[in-house]
């Protein structure tokens, strides 16, 4: 069995200094932190205002960070090809692309919420799995921002995570151009470890909700069918979402019942479905994991595959074989996990089965000719920090 690692934080803060002084010949003075995330349920509904249930991943993303005196900014990643270069007034919406439009509309979110930012390197690199819907965008957005909160001598305390929140919120939505609702920056920024994070959109509380799995262990598995945040699907799926509020006269989704989407066409009416009875999964599912309940676990967790599949249609065949094969395996839950369009599988099962059911889907996957997919264990570990 092969699992990915998530690396050893020294070391890979290290690698992070190492790349920063090899691509930019700059020494860098700190490094930000920051993990992925997987959802344990309540997908889509962040922006519908509802609640969701992510834990931070111990797979995190690290960027080293000098500061430069000329106003200017610098990047690279360990995971592109090239550099880019921009002054600090011109890296707002439509001036920065690709990869680096998660980088650099970090910094011009900081300075768009007051932060005096001075010109400086960066040079992310991590083990969190692109594309593979387990937020490596977040990690990178709030690494990013930890590093940035560093170079100015200011801790992370909760005014300074929330400010990072929104502001890489901004970074995503604003300058790359993905249309996310904020989970995935609020569990990156104040996840804990051994605890999932229960968000409510309504207000943006959110809470721990300590997970004593005992002999369970959550699984996730890359189905290596790349997701993307901006390639229409998502925002398709959003765009639906709104118009279902505004034809049902509320102001999200949070609001609606069943009985009231019966007025809906139908393509809508489905979308709006999955949102509502989604939503209304995730606090029994909080309850199932604190009672240790793994058949309504599993209960949960189907009903709610079953919804992203047929009602919202955002399940793949890859994504389909891989929950179908780790429950017969053994799991006792598992669900897709994320944006959907591709990239991963959620389970829950004993550790003790974790071998047997990665090896199923395995060969799963084989005998239907998909591309071997990857496996992590997602131990529920902190979020964003910065490293000296």
């Given at each position: 069995?092969?699992?990915?690692?998530?690396?050893?934080?020294?070391?890979?803060?290290?690698?992070?200094?190492?790349?920063?002084?090899?691509?930019?010949?700059?020494?860098?003075?700190?490094?930000?932190?920051?993990?992925?995330?997987?959802?344990?349920?309540?997908?889509?509904?962040?922006?519908?205002?509802?609640?969701?249930?992510?834990?931070?991943?111990?797979?995190?993303?690290?960027?080293?960070?000098?500061?430069?005196?000329?106003?200017?900014?610098?990047?690279?990643?360990?995971?592109?090809?090239?550099?880019?270069?921009?002054?600090?007034?011109?890296?707002?919406?439509?001036?920065?692309?690709?990869?680096?439009?998660?980088?650099?509309?970090?910094?011009?979110?900081?300075?768009?919420?007051?932060?005096?930012?001075?010109?400086?390197?960066?040079?992310?690199?991590?083990?969190?799995?692109?594309?593979?819907?387990?937020?490596?965008?977040?990690?990178?957005?709030?690494?990013?921002?930890?590093?940035?909160?560093?170079?100015?001598?200011?801790?992370?305390?909760?005014?300074l995570r929330r400010l990072v929140v929104e502001a890489c919120i901004r970074a995503e939505t604003e300058v790359a151009g993905a249309p996310t609702g904020g989970m995935d920056q609020t569990v990156s920024v104040f996840g804990e470890a051994g605890a999932a994070l229960l968000i409510d959109f309504a207000d943006g509380h959110h809470r721990p909700v300590p997970l004593a799995l005992g002999d369970r262990t959550v699984l996730v598995t890359d189905t290596r069918v790349s997701h993307r945040l901006t390639d229409g699907g998502y925002a398709a799926r959003r765009a639906d979402c709104e118009k279902a509020a505004a034809a049902l006269g509320v102001p999200s989704l949070r609001q609606a019942t069943l009985a009231s989407l019966d007025i809906l066409p139908d393509v809508v009416r489905r979308r709006a479905r999955h949102i509502v009875t989604e939503i209304a999964r995730v606090e029994p599912v909080v309850d199932a994991l604190t009672a240790a309940d793994w058949g309504a676990l599993g209960s949960l967790f189907a009903a709610s595959h079953a919804s992203m599949r047929d009602d919202f249609e955002i399940s793949t065949p890859e994504l389909d074989l891989a929950v179908e094969t780790a429950v017969a395996a053994g799991a006792d839950a598992a669900r897709m996990t994320g944006g959907g369009f591709g990239g991963s599988i959620v389970a829950v099962l004993p550790t003790s089965?974790?071998?047997?059911?990665?090896?199923?889907?395995?060969?799963?996957?084989?005998?239907?000719?998909?591309?071997?997919?990857?496996?992590?264990?997602?131990?529920?570990s902190a979020g964003a920090e910065i490293l000296g």
């Open positions: 069995m092969s699992l990915l690692s998530p690396g050893d934080a020294a070391a890979l803060a290290d690698e992070a200094r190492a790349g920063l002084r090899d691509v930019l010949d700059a020494e860098a003075t700190v490094v930000g932190r920051a993990p992925g995330r997987v959802n344990l349920i309540g997908e889509h509904t962040d922006y519908n205002r509802g609640l969701v249930l992510p834990i931070a991943l111990p797979h995190a993303t690290y960027a080293a960070a000098a500061l430069r005196d000329d106003r200017r900014v610098r990047i690279a990643s360990g995971q592109e090809d090239g550099t880019v270069e921009a002054r600090l007034d011109r890296i707002g919406p439509g001036e920065v692309e690709d990869w680096a439009a998660y980088t650099a509309g970090v910094v011009w979110a900081l300075q768009q919420a007051g932060l005096e930012l001075p010109g400086l390197d960066l040079y992310v690199a991590g083990t969190v799995p692109l594309g593979a819907g387990l937020s490596s965008s977040a990690a990178v957005e709030c690494a990013v921002a930890a590093a940035v909160a560093g170079l100015l001598d200011r801790p992370l305390d909760d005014d089965a974790v071998e047997t059911v990665t090896q199923a889907i395995g060969a799963a996957f084989a005998a239907a000719g998909y591309k071997a997919p990857a496996h992590l264990l997602a131990e529920p």
